[in-house]
């Protein structure tokens, strides 16, 4: 005679398929982060556009929100700080050696020197201070592996050549203290260059938390795979206290599938709100790798989701509504301000500072303007 096993009742299946969807996706996410190269650009941002140094070691920060955005504020604040004090030095030391420079054509013109090396050196130093671009060369783009310009080692080499050299003969006192101050110099300035591009080499994500894709493209995924663990968790659990209450109501199991769809589109959405910055949480820290657990919370809570994405689009169209009754030339004269604060207020360090403040006045000029002339019609 053979015996049928009892059939599962449909609170069981359900429960016993989101167990079996909760394995498949975290062993799909572990496959696809133990596949997927922990360097490769859709795993990792890289932050190389965030910054520029020049071949004698200046470092320029084009985009500091990005660095501290990957690294953590506290980690960028550091390291932004040892590169910007070592910059200052940098500059004050280029300083120094030009008129040095000028000092020591003056006073080897007034002793007689007529030898070729101190005309050479002399050359060597200036091509050093005016150098554009790096010739090294690497087949690495990333900025893990910068190598150092290494602009100032021939200039120290032959300035130290040429001060040995002025040592030993008479007559000429005042260009051996100028070359000996040079040769004090440039070995300073050998040494901070290369101690900026040793700090640039930690300007990454931190290795304890690059677990987490943190490229734009990997955090996305990261976000969609949290999310959906936050809500197989949530049904995971309510679930379970239906079924020990026995309130568990198979008609309720539609509700639960689109929690799976609908939650994970809400919470990438809100992720996204609070990067851009529509929105924060207060004293909690966001970075890039607190997005997956934020990610977690808003699928978890998808109901809850839902309620705050509400106010959140209640609140954008209330905006909306208001600046279209109030027209452009309400926004107009907000981005006049800005402009005329913001050119007030400018006060560039260096010609790199001056082109990129050019350039922002310039966008906001051109918005300005084409609001007006959309106005007029």
């Known amino acids: 005679m053979v015996t049928h096993l009892p059939k599962r009742k449909p609170e069981h299946r359900f429960i016993l398929r989101m167990m079996l969807l909760s394995v498949f996706w975290i062993i799909l996410y572990i496959a696809l982060h133990a596949v997927i190269d922990s360097d490769s650009e859709f795993a990792q941002v890289d932050l190389k556009h965030a910054y520029r140094i020049t071949p004698q070691g200046e470092f320029l920060l084009i985009d500091v929100q990005s660095v501290k955005w990957v690294m953590g504020e506290d980690d960028a604040k550091n390291i932004l700080a040892r590169l910007d004090e070592r910059t200052g030095n940098i500059r004050t030391l280029i300083s120094q050696v030009k008129i040095d420079i000028e000092r020591l054509t003056s ?16 050359t060597e130093i200036n091509a050093a201070l005016f150098q554009n671009n790096c010739n090294t060369e690497n087949s690495c783009n990333h900025s ?80 969609i795979f949290f999310a959906i663990f936050g809500v197989l ?33 809400l919470a990438w959405i809100l992720v996204t709100a609070i990067a851009v910055g529509w929105f924060d949480l207060g004293d ?18 998808s109901r809850k989701t839902v309620s705050l994405f509400d106010k959140l689009g209640k609140r954008i169209f209330g905006s909306a ?53 959309e106005a007029k019609k």
Not at 284 to 301: D, E, K, N, R, T
Request: with cysteine.
């Open 284 to 301: 909690y820290q966001v970075g890039i790798y607190s997005l997956p657990l934020l990610a977690f919370i808003f699928g978890f809570y």
């Open 107 to 122: 006073t080897l013109k007034q002793e007689g020197a007529k030898d070729s090396n101190a005309n050479q050196t002399i």
């Open 321 to 373: 509504q208001q600046s279209v009754a109030q027209g452009p030339a309400d926004i107009i004269a907000r981005r006049k301000a800005f402009l005329a604060q913001f050119t007030h207020s400018l006060k560039p360090r260096s010609i790199t500072e001056l082109k990129r403040s050019a350039f922002q006045v310039k966008d906001e000029m051109i918005k300005t303007i084409v609001l007006e002339q």
């Open 144 to 223: 893990s592996c910068l190598q150092p310009c290494s602009v100032w080692d021939t200039a120290y080499q032959q300035t130290l050549a040429l001060s040995i050299e002025l040592a030993q003969l008479k007559n000429f006192n005042a260009s051996s203290q100028i070359s000996a101050r040079l040769v004090k110099s440039l070995a300073e300035l050998q040494q901070q260059a290369g101690e900026q591009y040793q700090d640039i080499k930690y300007l990454r994500a931190s290795k304890a938390k690059s677990f987490f894709w943190s490229s734009p493209i990997g955090s996305s995924v990261e976000i």
């Open 233 to 265: 968790a949530n049904l995971l659990v309510n679930s379970a206290e239906y079924l020990r209450n026995n309130n568990f109501k198979a008609s309720e199991r539609w509700v639960a599938y689109s929690k799976l769809i609908y939650g994970p589109i």
